[in-house]
């Protein structure tokens, strides 16, 4: 799993609805929602400073989280969030309850290394990321916290495809119907020449001179 999971406290809503969600954040509180598990929706109230940090902390998508709500503690993977288009405060977020079984499409992270190792990036070709990200269908307990790229190797005109990547036990791409790109490494007018040959050639021996007849 992605990192480490972690528990909020919230109260449950008994009214829902744009003047409900308002009273609640007068209150410096988040409206939010747990649905999914076929279970019916479950309004909630979350303390504004809490989810504000987990948001901003990074991997808020992929971590597993456990919602203590007055006292039921429910297992959760949050699925979206809406932020204030100006102070950049939530406002909203949709939890999916997580159960046994519990399949998700989620996007992953792509980091890179050995970028040292690659002889295209030594000689000043450039690594262009096709996708920053990929998503992935995995189960809800098993989501990775990033695939990893190795550029050892990688020359100019190389590219990464997702099928030269090794991933976890039950983690497949959304996308199955090709062998989509990652990212390649491209050229540059800043490129260094490649090195020159230092082996010298023999110079050919002179051929003998034809016989008079």
């Known amino acids: 799993m992605s990192h480490d999971t972690y528990e909020l406290k919230a109260e449950a809503r008994e009214q829902v609805g744009k003047g409900s969600a308002r009273a609640v954040r007068r209150n410096g509180k988040v409206p939010a929602v747990i649905y999914g598990d076929k279970q019916p929706p479950l309004a909630i109230a979350l303390t504004y400073k809490d989810i504000y940090y987990k948001i901003h902390g990074g991997g808020f998508l992929t971590t597993i989280a456990t919602i203590d709500v007055d006292g039921k503690k429910i297992q959760v993977l ?3 969030f809406q932020l204030d288009p100006v102070k950049d405060f939530p406002v909203h977020v949709d939890f999916l309850r997580i159960g046994k079984d519990t399949q998700v499409n989620v996007d992953v992270p792509v980091h890179f290394i050995n970028e040292d190792r690659s002889p295209g990036i030594k000689r000043g070709g450039v690594l262009n990321i096709v996708r920053h990200e990929v998503e992935f269908h995995c189960p809800a307990n098993a989501i990775p916290e990033f695939i990893t790229i190795d550029l050892t190797g990688a ?3 190389d590219s990464i ?4 990547v090794k991933l976890p036990a039950g983690v497949k ?3 199955s119907d090709r062998d989509f790109t990652i990212a390649t ?3 540059s007018s800043a490129m260094k020449p490649e090195a020159e040959e230092t082996t010298e050639v023999a110079a050919p021996e ?3 001179a034809a ?3």
Do not use: C, Q, R
């Open 78 to 80: 949050p699925k979206d």
């Open 155 to 157: 020359n100019i005109g």
């Open 161 to 164: 495809h997702i099928s030269s």
């Open 173 to 175: 791409p959304v996308i």
């Open 185 to 187: 490494i491209a050229g």
């Open 206 to 208: 002179p051929a003998p």
């Open 211 to 213: 016989e008079e007849k």
